[in-house]
């Protein structure tokens, strides 16, 4: 699975960008993984439901990442909840080959992964569903995740309940960039007290 190289920019959800900032402050102050416990997004309460939180042991190669805490909105695409399971067994077979390597390149390049998939729902409606990982870790070594994910339907409402486990929606993404570009972040010169203007060079 090819990824490309890109800056923050091709993050396409507004509040997916907030948590990107975050992390990217953090990041800079010295060119290394910020810590979990210091990570504290303005708005991280308000996206709890699109929050997985993954515990990534890398004693062996693949590593081992361990569902710690899940959105209800994923738990509900997946149809089933998965706290305290391996992502791999989480996800099964059919998906791991997808899956998978995204999160591993998370682990391998400790900078952020960002993948779009487009996906139907029961109904045919057309969804986006956009994955942010952040990585974080003492050192170089990651030892947790955060993953945002975001289904988004232009054509407006859709049905979330089990929509990732449909036999005819393993594909990979459409989209799929390592953010290890412009790993730095300004602030807007309006004002630095609203987090939306936090822009990208």
Known sequence: MDFQSAAPSVVRAIRQRDLLNTWLRLYARESRLPGLSEYLPSRLQEEEDDLVYYAVNTTNWPPVLTIQSEGTRMSAAYGKTGKGRSLDEYVGPRFASTVMPVYYL????????????????????????????????????????????????????????????????????????????????????????????????
Request: glycine fraction near 4%.
């Open 106 to 201: 998370c682990v391998a390049r400790r900078c952020p992964v960002y993948t779009v998939s487009e996906l139907q729902d029961t109904a045919g409606h057309r969804v986006e569903y956009e994955r942010l990982l952040l990585p974080f870790g003492t050192g170089s070594e990651v030892t947790e995740i955060i993953a945002s994910l975001k289904t988004i339907s232009i054509e407006g409402r859709f049905e979330i309940r089990e929509l990732m486990t449909r036999s005819d929606l393993v594909t990979a993404p459409t989209l799929r960039a390592v953010i290890d570009r412009e790993l730095y972040h300004r602030m807007s010169t309006r004002t630095a007290e609203i987090a939306d203007d936090i822009v990208f060079d």
